[in-house]
């Protein structure tokens, strides 16, 4: 057969020369990738021919081998899963810039400790690649199931790998390491020794559902003995909370989630009844890097009593819980549900509802019982937990009740809205927030000025989600969500004569000026006012109080929809001495031509201070210019 040459990308090699001179300290960790993905591969083989009967594939013992052989040097994991074809060999092994390869090797540089970096090994779906930590070469085969000829792929890590068609290749997926002397002082062990084989699959793959198996060494005079099971097969969520230890559970968590750092909490449940389940679900410790991308893959992994069905059951969490990982089990399912079928199923809803008030109870058990691991919980999935505030109205009561955000009232203590309410001054009625990109813009912003002065709590909101469920929840125990860059703020007290009699003052005093500007700023404001909210700042841009803000309206932009451009209200400072003194020209100067800039000024530095851009950037500059060459 013709044995082709192909070069790997830039990225690709820099991955593997970490690999071969390792970062990674603890070097077993090669073993539990490859039986990982041996074990994957016999999952998709029982689901394929689950849906489809015709496939010509052997599925009457599914299991991993691994075969060591002294003389040579040679450790292989091999399977009779689902395999891979020629072009799915080039693609998914040939390449490795579609794992994310570029962010692997950035987090690589940021990872603080050994058992961070040694994480990201399959959280990027580079596990493969651990081969070399412990091999000079590397050889795979591989007969993608139902088909007749099958492919090796070679590498010894450096520049280049070959291809070839193969036609005696069995089914499934057979991986080989010609492997490195052992070098015990940089914990790379000798592999060809059984006992050590033994110990990493004991460690790590214990819970593996398919038998793991390995021929002993014969004694001397003995025949030859048969294959030996090394691993239990035990289905951790079927057997009773004592009988497992912690680790059994992180080990199955990372074999699941590919994040090979501990969970921040394990949450079992077991239904009985009419409709009986299990579930052991993972609350991960630390976000994935793609969490928030289009194609991150969420799910828990389904089993029909103890089948594996598939990888990413949709159905069973709402997208706003799509970090948490784990298994649920079911006894009343058909072993050939689709997920159309999923989608209906009154079990399925039922399960979910169950499952996600689990895991909302378990976040609120954080709150009051445990601070620190509350604190990491939130830092890492708050945003995404936010989203549920929109979509799942039965239970946001529940979710905004494990909330908690960042406030004027301390710099770094987030808050709760049951807190909050209970620091509410006499006579406050509104919760009061604002939305921004940072913490530092929103307190530098010219709408909180007031509320500073009076010592009025602010929450300060500044994940893109907060602009749409600020809205959604509209109040929280009666009293009204209310943006400070919204509507007329009046935060003096109500019946004040005095400040009542100043306001009537200063609205007649200026009700020309208010006009004059109201015409000149034309189609870019939709009113011109005095403002309660300033004390500081010369002028703001606010809007109604049902407008969408103007971060709100380029997200919906950003997504293809067309939204209409509110426009904004601009509210004037009478206390200040730019205001005051537009004023007084306006009054005294009959030709107010010369005025027209500075009105426009005073508008467009209230919309960058909003964070918001100019219209005609060129002409502020010139408008900017001019004036302070007039001063020199």
Known sequence: MTTETFEFQVEARQLLQLMIHSVYSN????????????SDALDKLRL??????????????LHIRIDVDKEARTLTVRDNGIGMSYDEVGRLIGTIANSGTATFLQELKEAKDAAGAEGLIGQFGVGFYSGFMAADEVTLVSRRAGEGQGTRWTSRGEATYTLEKVDDAPQGTSVTLH??????????HDYTSPWQIKDIVKRYSDFITWPIRMVPEAGDGDSAPGPETLNSMKALWARSRDEVSDDEYHELYKHISHDWREPLET???QAEGTFEYQALLFVPAHAPHDLFTRDFKR???LYVKRVFIMDDCEELLPPYLRFVKGVVDAADLSLNVSREILQQDRHIRMMQRR???KVLSTVKDFMTKDADRYATFWREFGTVLKEGLVTDSENRDAILAVSSFASTHADDEPTTLARYAERMKDGQEDIYYLTGESRQSIENSPHMEAFRDKGIEVLLLTDAVDEVWVDAVGEYEGKRLRSVAKGEIDLDAQGDEKADEEREKQAEDYAGLLGWMREQLGEDIKEVRLSARLTVSPACVVGDAHDLTPALENMYRAMGQEVPRAQRILELNPGHQLVKGLNQAYKEREDRSGLVESAELLHTLAVLAEGGQPKDPARFVKLVADRLERTL
């Open 355 to 357: 499952l996600t008030k």
């Open 299 to 301: 799910g828990i992994q």
């Open 27 to 38: 070097k077993d960790v090669f073993l539990r990738e490859l039986v990982s993905n041996a």
């Open 267 to 269: 949450i079992r449940l």
């Open 179 to 188: 492997l490195k002397p052992a070098d015990p002082e940089n914990q790379l």
């Open 48 to 61: 394929e021919k689950l849906r489809d009967d015709s496939l010509d594939a052997d599925v009457s013992d």
